[in-house]
T-cell receptor, first 114, second 112 residues
């Protein structure tokens, strides 16, 4: 039982390049989330998927798109990377997505945009 | 929307002493308050949580208290050990879906 996995672990992009961050969970969770973590700013929600087939914007969605491919997988796409998107990205999942549900985090992807 | 403020941003304690981190929230409808610990280069991991119908919860050396009237909650770590050194995040959530609002984090350093 791997929990929440993310690929890649590290990535360097040039401004304007695109890439997709992958996330998968094997806990049969319904809800999945994408956060970014910047120094001194905690974790900020980019997008979330309450259940398979649905996605919604979080606090900082600009410049990102997401796809809930199936119940296990939730990907985050940067269409045209900018230096402001340099950050550590965490995927998380929770069983039912209710407000009192524990969220389990993946190991993170460290992205640098030059 | 919800706003969570966390203090202090850094905390240095001697091994064996207690550490206290405080968070305040703005939305009186918030009903769930988890605390996450993040070691350097690792993922955040839940260490304790409290729901709005409870005033205090303990788990061995850690405890969380909630004051709904004042809209603040605190993490207490007793008998600190070097392995307690990490960044601690508080969060608050409300409503039907788990949209957490995280605090900015507290870097705790336990010195021998």
């Amino acid at each position: 039982n791997a929990g929440v996995t993310q690929t890649p672990k590290f990535q360097v992009l040039k401004t304007g390049q695109s890439m997709t961050l992958q996330c998968a969970q094997d806990m049969n969770h319904n809800s999945m989330y994408w956060y970014r973590q910047d120094p001194g700013m905690g974790l900020r929600l980019i997008y979330y998927s309450a259940s398979e087939g649905t996605t919604d914007k979080g606090e900082v969605p600009n410049g990102y798109n997401v796809s809930r491919l199936n119940k296990r997988e939730f990907s985050l796409r940067l269409e045209s990377a900018a230096p402001s998107q340099t950050s550590v990205y965490f995927c998380a999942s929770s069983a039912s997505g209710t407000s009192t549900d524990t969220q389990y985090f993946g190991p993170g992807t460290r992205l640098t945009v030059l | 929307g919800e706003n969570v403020e966390q203090h202090p941003s850094t905390l240095s304690v001697q091994e064996g002493d207690s550490a206290v981190i405080k968070c305040t929230y703005s939305d009186s409808a918030s009903n769930y308050f988890p605390w996450y610990k993040q070691e350097l280069g690792k993922r955040p991991q839940l260490i304790i949580d409290i729901r709005s119908n409870v005033g205090e919860k303990k788990d061995q050396r850690i405890a969380v208290t909630l004051n709904k009237t004042a809209k603040h909650f605190s993490l207490h770590i007793t008998e600190t050990q070097p392995e307690d050194s990490a960044v601690y995040f508080c969060a608050a959530s409300r409503g039907s879906w788990g949209k957490f609002q995280f605090g900015a984090g507290t870097q705790v350093v336990v010195t021998p």
